[in-house]
């Protein structure tokens, strides 16, 4: 089994950054491909973007040149960097885990002034 534990969300003024992270703990050598998922309010779960076992990444286009996922083997630990944070970007944020389908429980992100 493996678990997947979020940090980093908070409040934070719009044009401001947040870095969030995703630990992995658990029955797992390594990270591999894993991606990041939100929701809003009242809105469904979207892709935000992921990373491949490769290290290619992608983004959904409403944060692409503004976000940027990363990850630390070693650490095992995959890493969202938010910059140029808006409004819109509030939302729980989660990280996904692609082999075996796992998720972690979320952190909520609010960009407000």
């Known amino acids: 089994q493996v678990q997947l534990v979020e940090s980093g969300g908070g409040l934070v003024q719009p044009g401001g950054s947040l870095r969030l992270s995703c630990v992995a703990t658990?029955?797992?050598?390594?990270?591999?491909?894993m991606g990041w998922y939100r929701q809003a309010p009242g809105k469904q779960r979207e892709w935000v973007g992921d990373?491949?076992?490769?290290?290619?990444?992608d983004y959904v286009d409403s944060v692409k040149g503004r976000f940027t996922i990363s990850r630390d083997n070693a650490k095992k630990t995959l890493y969202l960097q938010m910059n140029s944070l808006k409004p819109e970007d509030t939302a729980v944020y989660y990280c996904?885990?692609?082999?075996?389908?796992?998720w972690g429980q979320g952190t909520q992100v609010t960009v407000s002034s």
């Open positions: 996904h885990m692609f082999s075996g389908s796992f």
């Open positions: 658990g029955n797992i050598s390594s990270i591999n491909a």
């Open positions: 990373i491949t076992t490769g290290g290619t990444t």
